[in-house]
């Protein structure tokens, strides 16, 4: 759950950043939350999710 909240304000920050520097407009942020919405409830949701998860759990296996 931690993940996919901290994943969520990740994924918001990116988009507020693009809205404000690189000239993202309202309606591609619309359509991007829209996919994001109805691409969840496919089939192709939990290997989405598994990849996330994957990605997440290397990500925080690195040692500096």
């Known amino acids: 759950m931690i993940l996919s909240i901290s994943g969520v304000v990740l994924l918001g920050v ?3 950043i693009y809205f404000r520097k690189d000239g993202l407009k309202a309606s591609h ?8 919405f109805y691409l969840s409830s496919t089939a192709v949701a939990p290997s989405i999710k598994a990849g996330g998860e994957s990605l997440a759990g290397l990500l925080g296996g690195l040692k500096f």
């Open 14 to 16: 990116v988009v507020f």
């Open 29 to 36: 942020a619309v359509v991007a939350m829209l996919f994001g």
